[in-house]
């Protein structure tokens, strides 16, 4: 993503680690990663037991990005998030 503005740091050592971006022109909509060392565990999944993610991602909008952009929320509902 070409991006206006890029965050990003680590604490505790590089315990977390995070990154966001925010695209040109969108003052509402932004885009996260979030890693833990030693991986973070926060549901099981029966088809894969002993796998733990190191990390998770986030996607920050308001509704109003969401109006102007009804497509992404038929995407997001299309791959299992929230509505």
């Known amino acids: 993503m070409d991006a206006a ?3 990003s740091d680590n604490i505790g ?16 909509f932004s885009i996260w990663r979030y890693r833990n060392y030693g991986g973070l565990q926060m549901t099981g999944d029966i088809d894969a ?3 733990i ?3 998770i ?17 038929q995407a997001l509902q299309a791959a299992g998030g929230s509505d």
């Open 49 to 51: 037991p002993d796998v």
């Open 13 to 28: 050592n590089s315990s977390i680690e995070y990154v966001g971006a925010r695209p040109h022109g969108e003052q509402a």
């Open 53 to 55: 993610s190191n990390g």
């Open 5 to 7: 503005d890029r965050a």
């Open 57 to 73: 991602g986030c996607i920050a909008a308001s509704n109003e990005f969401f109006q102007r952009h009804p497509f992404k929320v």
